[in-house]
């Protein structure tokens, strides 16, 4: 190797140099920024929880304790409704109680039965935001909606759906309507339609315009040429962006469930708070292994669907 | 060309039998799939009791509270004494201030002999004062002895709603005017009104003899019983945003407010006005300007420090969980199903569980998101370092370089732009979600927006709040799509 | 009779159509040549107004087709069949669906998107594509056929528009000479036995000297030439394609290059030549 560099090497090295020294040095502002605001930040959490972080933490696994249950046994009994050898009158140990009765002798367990709920919730949200994500969708197109103006008003629309809140939606409506899953499908709903009709106007946009434009030159109508050039190449995406959908909103319902919304997310806060550990049990395993037979299924059929694209999980 | 007989038809057909009798799924697919959509929703119609739900609702209710979100009310109660003597009150927290004297209302004046009997003014002043929660005590009555008092009371009052629309209460009738209809009540001070001629259909009445309540669209409402007259005012905007009834600055002009913070003489002479002008809008107890948006940041540090501390425990794991990186079964499995039950334990449950163990605050927020995102993080860190292109890495082995050197310059440079895109994408979306989780406990905005949701009347306030929440939602939207658009090199979005 | 008078387009400042005016009497096979970039897609495209003309008119028969919009526009879209150079079927739906979709103008909506089509159409759908030849292929999906069979479904299609115009927009362009030579046939033969107008851009010389009757040469946005094949001398080619004097009339000729003699003696015999292959 040459020790001496050449002139314009040597330019060219010391350019280098200097290049390397300007990105030492933003690489250095910006991660001490960082580490300020990280700082500031966690003193700043730290003194606004209520209880502060170094004493608590001791006691960090001291809720474990409230969720041991006097038998393991009685994990499976909460799960099912059944009757507790520990049964001294109180709530804690009544698990029969809560049986939903189909006849005199067959009922669905409590926790299943609003588990079920909670996935129809988050289904028939999945639905409604579908359809009319769906609408909109092919209005807030630039390729299929020449008016500016529609398509402005059905993107601003879809906007602001999906940036308002879902706790407000679901306050509202638990004023104005009953306590229940209602004000849970709505809030899941709404913010659904936003969301999906998002996913979908992209994906209408990406979409091939060639057998739209031959459509055109037959004579076909806007409905004729979005049913018939469109749907068919948009479908399977809509169909896999449906499902990612429904795994988000059955984490959403639950949530909602838990301020008021009805379904097991009102019995898992419950049952926290009067510390009720087998019933806390049995609510989190139903809870992760529905989640977990929803995600797997959805993503086997989203992979029949539309083959290996990930999606990157949008909320 | 293709206008064919029928005997040219039937060979055709005859020819072609599979392609002329349509596939029976090719024609009934979206039919099917029309109609199952259609039962699902009817099921769901009815496991849900939606249609009872909707028809027993009060709409009214409905548009009233959001009507409330932009709109404030001016309550005050025209009690009418049974010697006829009017009088005038605002509740404690109107806000109004403390002279109200405004303009859509005008009293006539006039002296008159009054029996002042003990409970009886102490009660004209309370009565209507139901709205507020922060009901006035009574007043204690000022005399034991009934006596006679010349004194000054109103004759009539008048109301006026809009252009077209007021109430003129007179000691023994109300007198509503609406579009040209007129609406005479006669009260008797025994809580009965009766009403001369029929209720237009802006009037309503229970029974005969019961309150009457007139509406004037969004300019107000009234109701009327026996013996008060409850005026509902309502007018467009945030009422007193900057400055509450007890700031010195209240009622004051922009102008006015400037002068006086630039070279007025002091308000309080232990500050400067500038102190006290903000001290008393940040402290400004309707609105808690301050407490909002402390309660806003800690969202804001809850998303950003949860998300910041998952991407980096993530960092690590997801080159053990990579197939292509770590070649170990067990390794890679291991950590994948870790990454699988943080994820799958929802954000939910960890909220749950650490506001138990450190008491409502960000900190329990903080945590929620970090288990939750160190999980789908590490999941999708971990699949995208599993797509990358093994061709870099090769070449920096051929070389000679050590696996750490191996993974700094072979594999890093491919993945770190996704990493950090989708941790920004997730940064963004987890503002979102520290609000959820917040109403549940664990603090910050959406804890203070479901205290303010559950009285149901703090809707100038929610709405203040939500603004604020979808401004934030909307920069850090702006920031990540053009960090991320900077970073992948195309626009995302 | 078929009437373009003046008709321009401008896309902001450049003038891709500047101000042609010609006519073309029913049931004759027109073929327009010109480099890429002289307007001739967007002279086509105007007449079937999947491109608004910047000014001027086009008349077929007593119609103004240039003002014509919604309900009346789609009729007229019905009677002017389209070709495109990239087929523009549908490529998930099947073959014969995508034929029947030429029906769409001629019944209504709802019926057209509940996908109910009648057994009469079927039959005129399949004889469409027996006369093509490709009836074999009715009920695989249209994106998985080869380009000069989903070309010919696209002929197929603009059939059973009924339609009184055919325009073909570098029809043969994606295709091999073998499929070349087929799709324009085809185009031919409609011509000649239905008597229906074509009105084809090409970019080979050698293709519409074999096919045309009459040929429009496009420069700049202009015709420059309007006549028979017989009279495109090597001057006129020239100033067609606007090239100096080192010209080949085989630069035109992308598709047959291979096999085309220094000079082109007699129109048709490239294809001839192909077809002989």
């Known amino acids: ?315 | 060309m293709l206008v064919l007989t029928a005997t040219e038809m039937d060979a055709i057909a005859l020819r072609h039998p599979h392609a002329v009798r349509p596939p029976f799924w090719a024609v009934w697919r979206v039919p099917a799939m029309a109609m199952a959509i259609a039962v699902y929703v009817l099921f769901s119609w009815w496991f849900f009791g939606i249609g009872q739900v909707l028809a027993t609702t009060n709409w009214q209710i409905a548009g009233s509270y959001l009507l409330q979100w932009v709109t404030y009310e001016y309550r005050p109660t025209i009690a009418i004494d049974k010697d006829g003597a009017i009088k005038v009150g605002y509740p404690r927290f109107d806000p109004i201030g403390p002279n109200p004297d405004p303009a859509w209302m005008s009293l006539d004046r006039g002296m008159m002999e009054r029996r002042i009997e003990a409970p009886a003014s102490g009660a004209a002043q309370t009565s209507g004062f139901v709205a507020s929660p922060f009901m006035a005590p009574p007043a204690k009555p000022a005399t034991e002895q009934p006596a006679t008092r010349r004194e000054e009371v109103v004759k009539r009052a008048e109301v006026r709603f809009t252009n077209e629309a007021r109430l003129v209460v007179t000691p023994d009738r109300v007198v509503v005017d609406k579009d040209g209809e007129t609406l005479t009540l006669s009260v008797n001070h025994d809580d009965e009104v009766k009403a001369q001629g029929p209720l237009p259909a802006w009037a309503t009445q229970k029974r005969a003899g019961d309150r009457v309540i007139v509406a004037f669209g969004a300019s107000g409402w009234a109701q009327i019983d026996g013996s008060s007259v409850v005026i509902h005012k309502r007018f467009f905007g945030w009422v007193n945003f900057i400055f509450d009834t007890n700031s010195a600055f209240f009622g004051k002009s922009a102008g006015e407010v400037l002068h006086l913070v630039v070279s007025g003489e002091r308000l309080d002479p232990a500050r400067s006005n500038l102190a006290l002008a903000v001290d008393d809008f940040l402290h400004n107890p309707s609105w808690q300007h301050l407490d909002v948006w402390t309660k806003l940041l800690e969202t804001i540090v809850m998303a950003f420090i949860g998300t910041l501390f998952a991407a980096l425990v993530a960092f690590p794991l997801c080159f053990v969980a990579a197939r292509n990186i770590t070649r170990n079964r067990a390794a890679n499995q291991i950590t994948k199903r870790f990454f699988d039950f943080q994820r799958s334990v929802d954000m939910l449950i960890w909220a749950l569980f650490f506001t138990r163990a450190f008491g409502p605050g960000p900190i329990s927020g903080m945590a929620a998101i970090f288990f939750t995102d160190t999980g789908s993080l590490g999941k999708l860190f971990s699949e995208a370092l599993e797509n990358i292109d093994g061709k870099p890495r090769e070449g920096v082995t051929s070389v000679g370089a050590a696996p750490i050197a191996v993974q700094r310059f072979g594999v890093l440079p491919q993945v770190l732009p996704v990493f950090v895109s989708q941790t920004l994408y997730f940064w963004e979306s987890n503002t979102r979600s520290a609000t959820i989780i917040g109403a549940m406990g664990a603090g910050g905005i959406g804890l203070k927006l479901w205290e303010a949701m559950r009285t149901h009347t703090n809707w100038p306030n929610i709405f203040y709040m939500v603004i604020l929440i979808i401004g934030t939602v909307f920069i850090f939207d702006t920031i990540s799509n053009a960090l991320r658009s900077r970073l992948i090199g195309r626009p995302q979005h | 009779m078929f009437e373009i008078r003046n008709l321009s387009r401008h896309f902001g400042t450049k003038v891709a159509v500047d101000g042609v005016s010609f006519s073309v009497p029913e049931g004759q096979m027109v073929g327009i040549i010109g480099r890429s970039g002289a307007g001739k897609s967007t002279l086509l495209r105007m007449i079937n107004r999947l491109a608004d003309p910047t000014s001027g008119s086009i008349r077929h028969g007593d119609v103004e087709i240039a003002a014509l919009k919604g309900e009346a526009l789609r009729r007229w879209r019905r009677d002017c069949a389209m070709i495109f150079q990239q087929f523009n079927l549908v490529p998930r739906l099947d073959v014969l669906t995508n034929v029947l979709l030429g029906r769409l103008n001629h019944r209504s909506t709802a019926l057209s998107v509940m996908n109910l089509f009648s057994r009469e159409e079927r039959i005129m759908a399949i004889a469409a594509l027996e006369r093509l030849g490709i009836e074999q292929t009715a009920l695989q999906p249209a994106g998985t056929l080869s380009g000069g069979q989903q070309q010919r479904v696209a002929i197929a299609r603009a059939l059973m528009q009924e339609p009184r115009v055919i325009l073909a927009d570098e029809p043969i362009a994606s295709l091999d000479p073998m499929n070349a030579k087929v799709v324009m046939d085809a185009l031919a033969d409609i011509n000649r036995r239905d008597g229906i107008t074509v009105i084809t851009n090409l970019h080979t010389l050698d293709t519409a000297r074999s096919y045309c009757r009459r040929i429009l040469g496009m420069a700049e946005g202009r015709v420059v030439f309007d006549g028979l094949p017989s009279e495109l001398t090597t001057d006129v080619v020239r100033r067609i394609y606007g090239a100096t004097d080192d010209f080949d009339e085989q630069m035109t000729s992308t598709s047959l290059d291979f096999s085309m003699p220094q000079a082109l003696p007699v129109p048709g015999y490239a294809m001839q030549a192909v077809a002989a292959c």
């Open chain 1, 1 to 315: 190797m040459p020790n001496r560099l050449s002139d314009r090497a040597a330019i060219i090295e010391r350019h280098w140099r200097e290049q390397a020294r300007t990105r030492r040095l933003y690489t250095l502002i910006g991660g001490g920024g960082l580490i300020v605001v990280v700082a500031l930040s966690l003193v700043f959490a730290n003194e606004a929880n209520a209880g502060k972080f170094f004493e608590r933490l001791p006691f960090f696994f001291d809720f474990t304790k409230d969720l041991v249950p006097r038998d393991w046994l009685e994990v499976l009994r909460a799960m099912f409704d059944l009757p507790s050898p520990y049964d001294d009158g109180s709530l804690k140990y009544n698990y029969p109680e809560g049986r939903y009765l189909v006849t005199a002798d067959l009922y669905i367990p409590e926790y299943i039965e609003k588990m079920l709920e909670t996935l129809n919730i988050a289904l028939l949200s999945t639905v409604i935001g579908a359809l009319f994500g769906f609408v909109l969708s092919f209005l807030a197109a630039r390729n299929m909606m020449p008016n500016a103006l529609v398509r402005g008003v059905a993107r601003r629309f879809m906007e602001i759906l999906r940036a308002f809140p879902d706790v407000v939606i679901a306050g509202f409506f638990l004023a104005v309507l009953t306590l229940g899953p209602i004000p849970a499908i709505m809030a899941v709903s709404i913010h659904s339609i936003g969301a999906l009709g998002k996913m979908f106007f992209e994906v209408v946009e990406n979409a091939d315009m060639r057998p739209e434009e031959g459509l055109r030159a037959v004579g076909g109508s806007w409905i004729e040429r979005v049913r018939f050039a469109l749907v068919p190449q948009v479908l399977p995406n809509f169909a896999s962006y449906f499902l990612l959908r429904f795994e988000i909103n059955v984490r959403a319902s639950t949530i909602i469930g838990a301020v008021g919304g009805g379904g097991i997310g009102e019995l898992l806060r419950l049952s926290i708070s009067q510390g009720h550990g087998a019933k806390t049990i049995s609510i989190v395993i139903l809870l992760f292994g529905t989640i977990v037979a929803v995600d797997q299924f959805s993503a086997w059929l989203r992979r029949r669907l539309v083959g290996g694209d990930a999606f990157l999980p949008a909320t």
